[in-house]
């Protein structure tokens, strides 16, 4: 059996529920796994070894609670947490320790499952670099803002991981790491306890190494029942493969592995065709940000008025641009975006999936710059699931991914359509 960090969650969990491994083994693998590598990578911000091996030994003790009992999970850190700190990425929050525990952490906890630490995160997951480094090449950036739950991922110190998305925050670091990442349909997983950046758009997501896994863990999340690949993977498939309006900002690799992926996907027996949205749905990506600057300008207020010293250059001239937005600015961006999503009814009548660039291409060399959200901002604005799962490597030997997008509320399809991508092109 390999080290038992290195399997995937829906492995360690059959395994448990066999009885052929506990909670406890599995934690001290991954603790030792933390050991070896975090000192090079630096994914946590916290973590303590006595607390997760007394949650791994108490987990042990008593009947499963769910298909997740005993698993560990990374936690980004602004989501809060009762029994460690959370600071959000910023020395403001520095010791903070929060009373309570936020939603998605005390689902976790109540299914059983074990929280592992707090992954690092950009400040206040806006835009200025965590201190993580990518786990395939340290000396590239894994992405941001949910870098730390990406990178512990891809590094098997952790099997999932609870990361955010504002506009490409957990889909493109999981890209640049070469694992999966999910943002489900807007609010599916409840956003109490987690610090507000941009309230109509922050969506809480997972990451993994295999899409049964980010499945596994939603399901529980959302009582979602248990996912049927086999029923709905084997049926011909209508994708729509989307270049967008931006392919010419993606570079020739990742532009090649998706022309590949999807020749391959029509191989396979799914029906490909190009996709060609209506008139007018590139104003999703502008109004994103819109949206994006407006909110965030307003719920860090407290932030900016009272500590605008202990904010990063980077944040306070974020700040400063979201200051200029107006009210009808941000109410016309809105309006946008509530047409679009009316008229994708029509997109996804035509196909049960789109398929799309997942970043621009491999993770930015150097730490200073956490990437482009550019091919992740209008599906996070119009609130519908997407899935990233990688497909290759470009010319630095680094991931490359593809996106899978669906209907609002078409989470099952999905992650169905994901999972076949993963097991025909990933194994």
């Keep these: 059996m390999a080290e038992l960090c290195k399997l995937s969650a829906s492995e ?37 070894p006595a607390l997760v091996l007394a949650q791994a030994r108490a987990c042990d003790r008593e009947p499963r609670r769910s298909p997740v009992h005993g698993i560990p999970i990374g ?9 460690m700190p959370t600071e959000y990425g910023s020395p403001i929050y520095r010791g903070h320790r929060p009373r309570w525990d936020a939603a998605c952490v005390a689902m976790w906890r109540a299914a059983g499952g074990i929280i592992m630490g707090k992954t690092e995160t950009v400040e206040f997951a806006v835009r200025h670099p965590a201190r993580t480094r990518n786990p395939r090449n340290l000396a590239h950036t894994p992405g941001g803002s949910s ?30 790491c070469g694992v999966v990442g999910y943002k489900p349909t807007f609010n599916l997983i409840p956003r109490a306890g987690v610090k507000p950046v941009a309230d109509t758009l922050d969506t809480v997501g ?4 295999t899409v049964r896994d980010v499945a596994l863990a939603f399901t529980v999340l959302t009582d979602g029942g248990t996912l049927q690949f086999e029923s709905i993977t084997e049926r011909e498939w209508r994708i729509g493969f989307y270049r967008t ?66 904010l990063s250059a980077t944040l306070r001239e974020r700040l400063a641009k979201g200051a200029q937005c107006t009210l009808d600015e941000y ?22 999936v789109l398929l799309a660039p997942s970043a621009t291409g491999e993770a930015l060399e150097g730490l200073s710059n956490t ?56 194994g």
């Design 206 to 209: 997972l990451i993994a190494r």
């Design 331 to 352: 109410l016309s961006a809105r309006s946008s975006i509530a047409q679009l999503q009316g008229r994708l009814h029509d997109v996804f009548s035509r196909y049960d």
């Design 75 to 83: 936690v980004k850190d602004i989501i809060d947490t009762a029994d």
């Design 245 to 310: 309006p931006f392919w010419e900002r993606l570079d020739a690799a990742s532009a090649s592995a998706l022309e590949r992926l999807a020749s391959g996907l029509s191989r396979s027996g799914a029906k490909v065709e190009e996709a060609v949205l209506p008139d007018g749905f590139d104003l999703a990506w502008s109004a994103q940000e819109k949206i994006n600057e407006y909110e965030s300008y307003r719920a860090l207020a407290y932030e900016r008025e009272f500590f605008p010293a202990l």
């Design 147 to 176: 870098s730390g739950s990406a990178a512990a991922v891809a590094d098997c110190m952790v099997p999932v991981a609870f990361g955010t998305q504002t506009g490409g925050s957990v889909i493109r670091p999981a890209a640049y």
């Design 371 to 426: 990437g482009d959200a550019l091919f992740n901002r209008g599906w996070t604005a119009l609130h519908v699931p997407v899935v990233t799962v990688p497909i290759g490597c470009g010319v630095k030997d680094l991931p490359i991914g593809a996106q899978v997008i669906g209907p609002f509320g078409g989470d099952a399809r999905t992650l169905a359509f994901a999972e076949r991508v993963h097991r025909t092109f990933v």
């Design 12 to 48: 360690t969990a059959e395994l448990m529920a066999r009885g052929k491994i506990t909670a406890l083994a599995l934690a001290e693998s991954c603790l030792a796994q933390v050991e070896r590598r975090d000192g090079e990578v630096q994914a946590w911000a916290h973590v303590e």
